[in-house]
């Protein structure tokens, strides 16, 4: 059974930084890509960032520059650091890891998610 936890979330000023934590209960290297989504009330669910297992990332634009994704296979934990956040960044992150088979069919495992509210 695979369980994803997330923490790290908070409310935060404008400009200002917060780390997410996802950890894993299986071994992070056992997912074809491991990502950090978000969810805006009233929006669609949104990929923010991704970190294939070769440790390729990818990042939406809106993010660029301002986020960075990274893993610790040994704590089996994906990061996503946040910096100089606004107020859009604002919603209910959500950590996710796929398994893409061969077949080109993809199993997707979610945490429970974690608010983040950017705020003055």
């Known amino acids: 059974q695979v369980q994803l936890v997330e923490s790290g979330g908070g409310l935060v000023q404008p400009g200002g930084s917060l780390r997410l934590s996802c950890a894993a209960s299986?071994?992070?290297?056992?997912?074809?890509?491991m990502g950090w989504y978000r969810q805006a009330p009233g929006k669609q669910r949104e990929l923010v960032a991704a970190i294939t297992g070769g440790g390729v990332t990818n990042y939406a634009d809106s993010v660029k520059g301002r986020f960075t994704i990274s893993r610790d296979n040994d704590k089996n934990t994906v990061y996503l650091q946040m910096n100089d956040l606004k107020p859009e960044d604002t919603a209910v992150y959500y950590c996710?890891?796929?398994?893409?088979?061969?077949?080109?069919?993809?199993?997707?495992?979610w945490g429970q998610g974690t608010q983040v509210t950017v705020s003055s």
């Open positions: 299986v071994s992070v290297l056992s997912f074809s890509t």
């Open positions: 996710n890891a796929a398994k893409i088979f061969l077949t080109g069919r993809r199993t997707d495992y």
